[in-house]
């Protein structure tokens, strides 16, 4: 994912970011692996920023023919406006309107950096870039904030491009919902570098070390419908 400029909405200024920690909770404090665990600010931005999908898991109390809440987890695009996490979606949507009454959620968002091959099966691992976080949010309302918050999901889809399309008419911006969580219950955890094998192992026979994998752009495909050029 393209980095958003300098002047971006989603930018933070150095001094707020280079030395803050969110407080651990008993949620957000690492159980295992402790090491790779995090509360850096700066670090869970910046996986907030890169990552183009994140699960919001909730409970939904009110499923028809269902005789208990069920936890459901739902895959949509996250983005960042200073310190709260943004996600949209339809108004009438069950995610939306059961976090809109209040309801808690938990969210995360996993970036997949590669495959660790070790010498044995038990040590293969995956280096990757995570962040959980938990809260409760805030339904966006006001008009301008937010046209603002939308523009922002455009700049991290394509830096300049919320001056390029039209806006939200008045019809668009009633059907759609944007909530805000706070980054103020979360972690981040990562794994990175070699595999780590067993000293018994170390002479096994077989390739070991990561194989990166990235997400990256392809050749844009051009809408039919368009005139080329």
């Known amino acids: 994912m393209t980095s958003l400029p300098a002047d971006s909405a ?14 651990q909770t ?6 295992r692996l402790g090491d790779r665990g995090s509360h850096d600010v700066a670090q869970i931005h910046a996986i907030i920023d890169e990552a183009p999908i994140c699960h919001v898991g909730f409970v939904d109390d009110a499923i028809k023919g269902h005789g208990s809440p069920s936890p459901m987890v739902i895959p949509t695009v996250p983005w960042r406006v200073g310190d709260e996490l943004m996600i949209h979606g339809a108004s009438s949507s069950r995610m939306i309107r059961r976090l809109q009454e209040g309801g808690e959620a938990c969210i995360t968002l996993s970036l997949i950096d590669g495959w660790v091959l070790a010498r044995s099966a038990f040590h293969h691992s995956v280096n990757y870039r995570s962040v959980m976080l938990f809260g409760r949010p805030r339904l966006v309302s006001e008009e301008t904030e937010k046209r603002a918050a939308l523009d922002a999901l455009m700049e991290k889809i394509e830096p300049g491009r919320s001056a390029k399309v039209r806006a939200p008419n008045v019809q668009e911006l009633k059907a759609t919902s944007v909530l805000a969580f706070p980054i103020a219950e979360a972690s981040a955890k990562r794994r990175s570098g070699p595999p780590a094998d067993d000293a018994e192992d170390m002479a096994h026979p077989v390739w070991a070390g990561v194989v990166p994998l990235r997400l990256t752009a392809g050749e844009p495909e051009q809408d039919p419908a368009q005139t080329a050029g």
């Open 10 to 23: 989603l930018s933070d200024s150095a001094a707020s970011v280079s030395s803050a920690a969110l407080a």
């Open 26 to 31: 008993p949620r957000t404090r690492p159980v």
